[in-house]
């Protein structure tokens, strides 16, 4: 069974940063493209980016690029989201996603509030 659980949210002031983690289970990161999406406060879900299979590409979202990159790393299984130069506008939950064999699955999502 396919599961994400993401971690590594929480408060943090504007133009800091923060590391995401997305732990996978049930299926092998490196066998999927990737997303990272988010949901701010009363607002409809918003994607950030997509890394491709073989971690060869990556699409950002115009409101992310040149602040956000992700990473993988096979042998733990995991995805992460590095976030700098945060911004208020980044408050959000934010979720990873991965679609297996034609289904989408999602973690829970983890908080983040940039805020001073």
């Known amino acids: 069974e396919v599961h994400l659980v993401e971690s590594g949210g929480g408060l943090v002031q504007p133009g800091g940063s923060l590391r995401l983690s997305c732990a996978a289970s049930?299926?092998?990161?490196?066998?999927?493209?990737m997303s990272w999406v988010r949901q701010a406060p009363g607002k409809g879900l918003e994607w950030v980016l997509t890394i491709n299979k073989g971690s060869t590409f990556t699409a950002y979202a115009d409101s992310v690029k040149g602040r956000f990159t992700t990473s993988r790393d096979n042998a733990k299984n995991a995805l992460y989201l590095q976030m700098n130069s945060l911004k208020p506008e980044d408050t959000a939950v934010y979720y990873c996603?991965?679609?297996?064999?034609?289904?989408?699955?999602w973690g829970q999502g983890t908080q983040v509030t940039v805020s001073s």
């Open positions: 996603a991965a679609t297996v064999l034609g289904r989408d699955y």
């Open positions: 049930g299926f092998t990161v490196s066998s999927s493209s």
